[in-house]
């Protein structure tokens, strides 16, 4: 019999929010107040799943709702929905994250929940109490013009300043990440692209890296870069790893020697946890003058075997310096 489990984190709360709606044979029920854009990221191929949200403007997004219909679900609205329920018989989680990007994602929000027995959930019972009715063109027509409404008086939410390099620098419990390299050539396994349907996304794979057994491990943020002939590491960008698939020998374009595996990023950025910071001008230009620094012929041997490099203290302080400079710029 399945034990209870405490989800004291985002990815834990994701990753069994998608495993209870595994099985798309059986009944699927997300009861949540909330619906935000990319919901289907964090359930699973949404086809024939039932969602239940409350039709509030500012809360659900009307978008997210009429995505969700296209892609095969059936919502429903029911107001004064406060509750957060995913259930099938394969388990059920029970917390307090909404079915958004704000609260399983980049919103990088305190969530927490607990993962039941499916068979201690009373469904029929909750559904009928919940009162819950099918979504129309007109109910959903009235919540784009509230929602409208409610944006022009209080705005979209993305006015606010990304943090930057030196914000991540100065704090004391900053996120981990690690430093990588690629070159051109090269696409996602079949492995890549099978995890990517059993993640919903139709086997589309926003990001990947070659890598070695063990290396790497999901939720772990990756800073990639193009190094050029000559050593230069240029377009950095972020990679977030949703999965770590090993490839196939016979993929002789995919497979390469002493990095049998791809780290995957499944779902695009703006669908996964908030980086540690932003790639701005300044970060670029410290970048190339980091890299070549005396005294870091360590990280830059390391980096030349294209392994996935964690960032220090030293390392950190020593690009902060560089970040600072080009900054006042």
Same mark, same amino acid.
């Given at each position: 019999?399945?034990?209870?489990?405490?989800?004291?984190?985002?990815?834990?709360?994701?990753?069994?929010?998608?495993?209870?709606?595994?099985?798309?044979?059986?009944?699927?029920?997300?009861?949540?107040?909330?619906?935000?854009?990319?919901?289907?990221?964090?359930?699973?191929?949404?086809?024939?799943?039932?969602?239940?949200?409350?039709?509030?403007?500012?809360?659900?997004?009307?978008?997210?709702?009429?995505?969700?219909?296209?892609?095969?679900?059936?919502?429903?609205?029911?107001?004064?929905?406060?509750?957060?329920?995913?259930?099938?018989?394969?388990?059920?989680?029970?917390?307090?994250?909404?079915?958004?990007?704000?609260?399983?994602?980049?919103?990088?929000?305190?969530?927490?929940?607990?993962?039941?027995?499916?068979?201690?959930?009373?469904?029929?019972?909750?559904?009928?109490?919940?009162?819950?009715?099918?979504?129309?063109?007109?109910?959903?027509?009235?919540?784009?013009?509230?929602?409208?409404?409610?944006?022009?008086?209080?705005?979209?939410?993305?006015?606010?300043?990304?943090?930057?390099?030196?914000?991540?620098?100065?704090?004391?419990?900053?996120?981990?990440?690690?430093?990588?390299?690629?070159?051109?050539?090269?696409?996602?396994?079949?492995?890549?692209? =099978?995890?990517?349907?059993?993640?919903?996304?139709?086997?589309?794979?926003?990001?990947?890296?070659?890598?070695?057994?063990?290396?790497?491990?999901?939720?772990?943020?990756?800073?990639?870069?193009?190094?050029?002939?000559?050593?230069?590491?240029?377009?950095?960008?972020?990679?977030?790893?949703?999965?770590?698939?090993?490839?196939?020998?016979?993929?002789?374009?995919?497979?390469?020697?002493?990095?049998?595996?791809?780290?995957?990023?499944?779902?695009?950025?703006?669908?996964?946890?908030?980086?540690?910071?932003?790639?701005?001008?300044?970060?670029?230009?410290?970048?190339?003058?980091?890299?070549?620094?005396?005294?870091?012929? =360590?990280?830059?041997?390391? &980096?030349?075997?294209?392994?996935? &490099?964690?960032?220090?203290?030293?390392?950190?302080?020593?690009?902060?310096?560089?970040?600072?400079?080009? =900054?006042?710029?």
């Amino acid at each position: 019999m399945e034990m209870t489990r405490l989800l004291l984190t985002q990815s834990e709360i994701r990753n069994n929010i998608r495993d209870v709606f595994a099985d798309r044979r059986q009944r699927r029920i997300a009861i949540v107040a909330f619906v935000g854009k990319g919901a289907d990221a964090y359930t699973g191929d949404p086809d024939g799943l039932l969602v239940v949200c409350w039709p509030r403007a500012g809360g659900t997004n009307p978008e997210a709702v009429w995505d969700l219909q296209c892609k095969g679900a059936k919502v429903y609205f029911a107001p004064r929905l406060h509750m957060k329920l995913y259930w099938s018989p394969r388990g059920a989680v029970v917390g307090s994250a909404n079915l958004s990007t704000n609260a399983l994602g980049a919103g990088d929000l305190r969530e927490l929940a607990v993962r039941i027995p499916g068979a201690q959930v009373p469904i029929d019972d909750i559904w009928k109490r919940v009162k819950p009715r099918p979504v129309t063109r007109a109910s959903l027509e009235k919540l784009r013009r509230e929602h409208a409404a409610y944006q022009r008086k209080n705005g979209r939410g993305a006015g606010t300043k990304p943090r930057s390099f030196a914000d991540w620098a100065a704090e004391k419990g900053r996120k981990p990440w690690r430093l990588a390299w690629w070159n051109d050539g090269g696409q996602a396994s079949k492995r890549a692209k =099978a995890l990517s349907e059993r993640m919903g996304s139709a086997g589309q794979v926003a990001d990947y890296i070659a890598c070695r057994k063990g290396e790497l491990r999901p939720d772990t943020w990756l800073l990639t870069a193009r190094r050029s002939v000559q050593g230069f590491l240029t377009q950095p960008q972020w990679l977030y790893v949703q999965g770590v698939v090993l490839v196939d020998k016979k993929e002789k374009r995919t497979y390469v020697p002493g990095w049998p595996c791809q780290a995957v990023q499944v779902h695009p950025l703006r669908m996964c946890p908030a980086p540690p910071f932003a790639i701005d001008k300044a970060f670029r230009q410290a970048l190339g003058g980091w890299r070549r620094e005396a005294g870091l012929q =360590a990280f830059e041997d390391a &980096v030349i075997r294209e392994a996935a &490099v964690p960032i220090t203290k030293t390392l950190a302080n020593a690009l902060n310096r560089h970040y600072r400079a080009a =900054a006042r710029v």
